[in-house]
């Protein structure tokens, strides 16, 4: 069964940057430019030794998950969550950041 649109919209062209960023809103993303602001100024967010140690995984329904290789460095992470979130959130320019997430999870 197609799915047809609606007769107003059928000879309307929607940009497909708008499109995408509609259904990453729905699926709870952040904004694919945010993402990459915060990846590119990783090392300034949590240092250059912990950048060494930890990875942005994911920014999803306001919550930052970090990866890093050891459980010291999550433990460190841990007590330092809120300054990211507020660092990250200074960074963007908008409140995007509600939480953090520290998991252990290993290079393989």
Request: net charge negative; aromatic share 2%; charged share 25%.
């Amino acid at each position: 069964m197609a799915i047809e649109p609606l007769p107003r919209d059928r000879d309307t062209l929607h940009p497909l940057a708008g499109s995408l960023e509609r259904l990453q809103r729905s699926l709870g993303l952040a904004r694919p430019d945010t993402l990459a602001l915060l990846t590119e100024s990783w090392p300034q967010l949590v240092g250059s030794r912990l950048a060494a140690a930890c990875r942005l995984h994911s920014l999803r329904d306001g919550c930052l998950t970090v990866a890093v290789d050891d459980p010291a460095v999550a433990e460190h992470l841990r007590w330092q969550s809120s300054d990211l979130a507020a660092a990250a959130n200074r960074l963007c320019g908008f409140d995007v950041v509600e939480r953090v997430e520290i998991r252990v999870d290993p290079p393989r």
